[in-house]
């Protein structure tokens, strides 16, 4: 459901719409759902929120998953050998 104001605003594509609560909305990532690292648009003040991407295809929906977990694997690698390190 999109709100259309009366005067017609100035069609661009990169201009997030606004929502019920008319605060400036931000553009999000999405990390965890079914779309990783899919754009968002919300504003966090209210439940309004509508995609911006297109939708993520089928192998990337199957690739991102996997490196974000690696990413997530090296992360707590690191965090392991900064304890060991300042143990020393
Ligand atoms: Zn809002």
Do not use: H, Y
């Amino acid at each position: 459901m999109q709100r259309l104001t009366k005067s017609a605003p100035r069609k661009s594509s990169m201009a997030p719409p606004s929502c019920f609560c008319d605060r400036p909305s931000k553009l999000m990532t999405a990390w965890r759902d079914a779309n990783p690292g899919r754009s968002k648009i919300r504003t966090g003040a209210c439940v309004f929120w509508r995609w911006f991407d297109p939708p993520i295809c089928p192998r990337s929906r199957q690739i991102i998953p996997g490196l974000l977990r690696r990413i997530k694997e090296l992360k707590d690698q690191l965090r392991g050998l900064k304890l060991q390190d300042q143990g020393m």
